[in-house]
Structure formats: C-alpha cells, structure tokens
C-alpha cells in the first residue's frame, strides 16, 4: 500500500520522524510552484534559495535510500499547484493513504485541509515536529485579553523548558530580560566577525527559474548566493555565529552602521523558518555557551528571548487570531507604498540604505525592519496591507506566520494594540543615536520643518496629534503628548504643515 507524503518547501527538517527508517512503499513529494512564487511577488533570492534548498533536500533523501518525486518548476508535468499535482499523483503511484506535515500558514493549511477531507483514500496531518509551544497554546494563558504581552508567553516558556533558570524557577542573572542592556550603537569597535558563509553558483537555476516564466525582484546574486542550502551548512554558520558573533551579539543587536549590515546578527532565520535549524538546538547550544563562561549572560538571554519568546509568541499571535488578523488596520491608514520602495533612490539616507541592503541581500536585521523602514511607513500611513506584502516578499525569512503579526501588530500597529503597548514610532533622534545613517544625509536629523528637515519629524509629531483620540492615554506615550502640549500654537500650525505636504510628495523625498 503506497503512502504519499508531502514535503513543503519550509518543511526541510531532516530529523523528522517521517525520515527515522526507509520504507519502500512510502513516496515522497516536493514541488516547486508558481502557486507558491506566485501568490505575492518575491525577492529572487528567496525564489532561488527555496528552490535550491528543497533540490538539496530530495538529494539527501533518496541518498539515504528514501523514494523521492521531485517536481522542478520547469517539469512538463508540473501543474503548478499542490492540489492539481497531488491529483495526478495518487493514482499514477496508486496511493492508497496521504500525509502531510501541519503547514506554518494558513492558507496552506486550510487547503490541505479541506483536500484531504474531500480524498476517497486515508488521509493524515501530522506535526511539523519543530516548535516548542502548540499553535494555539497562547490562548491558554491571554484567554480574551486585550493585550498579549509577550513577556508573559516568554516567561512561560522559560519555565516550561527550564531555559535560563536557576534554583528551580528564578531566572539566571535574576531578571528574566536583559534588554535595557542590549541597546548600544557600534563605533568600529569590538572588530566584526568575518563572513565565513559558503556562497553558492545557482546561474543554472536561476535561468531555469526566469525561463519559466516567475517574477520576481531584487538582486537574484544568483552567482554567489549566501544563504545555506542544508543542514550541515546551516549548523556550521550558527558555530560560527555563537563562536564569533553572540559574545557581542547583545549590547549591539539594536545598532545599525553604512558599513556593516549584519554586525553581530546570526542571518539563521532562514535556516531555521525552513526547519534545517530546531530552535530546541540553538536553544541549548547558546545556554550552554553562557554557562561555559563563552557568552555573557546578556547576550545568550537576548538571543534566546528572540527564538524561545517572540518567535513562539508571534507564531501562536498568528493561528489565534487568523483568519482575521489578516485585515485589521485599526489606523485606517490606506497610503500606496512609495515607488522607492522597490529600488531604493531615496534622499533619505537611513531608508536609502535599509531598502537598499534589503533589495540587494533579502536581508535587513530587526531594527532596519522596525524603526527604519517599518517606522517610516506607519508615519507616513502607508496601506498596511500593502506593507506587509512588501516584507513578505522582500525578506528571506519572511513567512506569513511570522511575519505578518511583526507587521500588522509590532511594526504598523494595525492591530490597536494587541501585542504592542505603544507603537513603535521615532522621530530621527533615534535612528542618528543608534548609528551612522544620519551623516551625510541630504536632511538635518534635528528640523521638524523648512525645505532640509528631516522627513522622520514632523511626521512623527503629526503622528501623534492626528491619533491623539486613541494613543494619548497610553502610558508610554505620556511624556511624548506633554512635550507636544508645550509647542507653541505656531509650531504645532507648521508641524501639520509641513507633515501635510510630506505626505503628498512622498515619491520625491
């Protein structure tokens, strides 16, 4: 009795079970698909390092003896779709049962769902056998709250996979977050650590995948493409990371500088959203680094906050509040995206250089995302929406169970405040204290108006006079209203002007 399983292309979890014995009626399937290049516009680069990532893959199974259908984009048989390939499939190998893994997103998940159930034959989703937390464990612990406030879901699972711990409950160090640690700009000092990243010659695909007739943006690089394509590639990166890279990871992990994009940052997200890394092992390996005495305690906490807290958090954020969450822009912000948005040529520096790295390397690291890029488009009300398809296509990390709710909810508060206790807005005093970005700049990060005022601004001052109504009780804006409230009637007059016409030239700024 044939058994067909379904392998996604952010399914590349070589320790799954599935994996544990080889079974000669078992046939496994991957396909590349404009289903999935598709369904919003993407960065070459993740294009080509999925696709070569999963070929990768299929390699690795039928070496180890596995029967493997692999369906290449350009294959005269591929039907460019899971539920239409699945169709021909099952009876050309005469599957008698279907399994597939929980897909991460909800659209792949409600469509394997609902395929499976309309099947004449067995059919069964079985676990993705890679987080730590269920898809809707938050639940247990916000209920109906208003907020969900990740530090909670972060202490949570501190102890229940007793991370960090001391005397049984108490934190390492004594607190559970070392954030206020974790915030300093980088001057040229401590030196970087080198990119020892393998760089992979991918031409050949690329044609393959341009010939084929997928869209795409950005810089395919696909010459020497960066990003890991297995799972002992990917571990060799994070040694090199926590031997390297996380000594100083913490205190910089906030600072942004010209000449150095990726600081102290791992660039692992990839490997571990398409399941070559278990955050289960970067978990215990960054721990036990700590308690070597190879990493300060600030360090290893503020990375595992990130894998253990947010990314847990922002996963159950997600399958809670889906289908909806999708839609909410609770600031009723509707502005199209500036054209420089997808090439960079921007007077302002700071965004220059974030969008530019971004279209160049699928990359930014999250304060580039944040209080950047992410920051300027909830000025400017830009269209969440259209925000979030942006960095979804963008970013070589980016899926939707992750990167929608740090959109909606963290970067462009669409969600009213649902996982946020503030928006995270900054004028330009901000972005010049944690870094470079400001010298050499056509505006003066320190105007509010006049023709050389930095745009970041008046926006943010207009910002907060415009939501007043709904923002002017939250607490940590507090000292933000008062100080608007001591402008005089002819500042604040010139502010909203000045902010007015901003948002009306937006693509020559």
């Given at each position: 009795m044939t058994t067909l399983r379904l392998v996604l292309g952010d399914q590349l979890n070589s320790r799954h079970s599935w994996f544990a014995h080889v079974d000669p009626e078992v046939v496994y399937v991957l396909m590349e698909m404009r289903q999935e290049t598709d369904y919003v516009l993407h960065h070459a680069q993740k294009i080509l390092a999925i696709f070569a990532a999963m070929r990768r893959f299929a390699w690795a199974l039928r070496a180890a003896g596995h029967r493997v259908h692999y369906l290449a984009i350009d294959a005269p048989d591929n039907h460019q779709r899971i539920d239409a390939n699945l169709d021909a499939l099952i009876p050309r190998f005469a599957v008698r049962r279907f399994e597939y893994q929980a897909p991460d997103e909800w659209r792949l998940d409600q469509m394997l769902e609902h395929y499976a159930a309309k099947l004449p034959i067995a059919a069964q989703m079985v676990e993705s056998e890679h987080f730590l937390s269920a898809r809707r464990e938050a639940l247990s612990l916000f209920g109906s709250r208003e907020r969900w406030l990740m530090e909670r879901f972060y202490r949570h699972m501190r102890l229940r996979h007793a991370v960090l711990l001391e005397s049984g409950s108490e934190p390492a160090g004594g607190r559970w977050n070392f954030d206020a640690d974790n915030r300093r700009p980088w001057r040229g000092t401590p030196p970087l650590p080198a990119d020892t990243r393998t760089h992979h010659d991918h031409a050949a695909l690329w044609k393959t995948i341009s010939a084929a007739g997928v869209n795409s943006f950005g810089a395919p690089q696909a010459h020497s493409l960066p990003w890991p394509q297995g799972?002992?590639?990917?571990?060799?990166?994070?040694?090199?990371?926590?031997?390297?890279?996380?000594?100083?990871?913490?205190?910089?992990?906030?600072?942004?500088?010209?000449?150095?994009?990726?600081?102290?940052?791992?660039?692992?997200?990839?490997?571990?959203?398409?399941?070559?890394?278990?955050?289960?092992?970067?978990?215990v390996r960054v721990e036990k680094a700590w308690r070597a005495g190879a990493v300060p305690l600030a360090s290893a906490e503020g990375f595992i906050r990130q894998v253990l807290g947010w990314r847990e958090y922002v996963r159950n954020v997600y399958w809670s509040r889906m289908p909806g969450y999708a839609q909410v822009n609770a600031l009723d912000h509707r502005r199209p995206l500036p054209s420089w948005f997808w090439n960079g040529r921007t007077h302002m520096r700071c965004l220059a250089l974030a969008i530019g790295q971004s279209l160049r390397e699928a990359y930014a690291h999250h304060i580039q995302r944040l209080m950047v890029i992410g920051n300027f488009a909830l000025l400017a009300e830009l269209d969440p929406h259209a925000v979030h398809r942006w960095y979804l296509g963008v970013y070589i990390d980016a899926f939707e169970w992750v990167e929608l709710p740090n959109t909606l909810g963290m970067s462009q508060f669409a969600d009213g405040g649902l996982i946020t206790t503030k928006p995270y807005i900054a004028g330009a005093a901000y972005i010049d204290r944690m870094g470079d970005y400001c010298k050499g700049c056509r505006y003066d990060r320190r105007a509010r108006t006049g023709a050389r005022a930095c745009p970041f601004n008046a926006l943010y001052w207009q910002f907060l006079d415009r939501h007043r109504e709904r923002l002017g009780t939250l607490p940590r804006l507090a000292m933000a209203y008062r100080q608007w409230d001591r402008f005089s009637t002819e500042a604040r007059a010139a502010v909203r002007e000045h902010a007015r016409l901003t948002l009306e030239q937006l693509d020559t700024l």
């Open positions: 799972r002992a590639e990917a571990l060799r990166q994070f040694e090199a990371f926590v031997a390297y890279a996380l000594p100083h990871f913490g205190p910089y992990q906030d600072a942004m500088h010209s000449q150095a994009p990726r600081l102290f940052h791992g660039l692992l997200s990839f490997a571990l959203n398409t399941k070559m890394l278990a955050p289960r092992e970067v978990i």
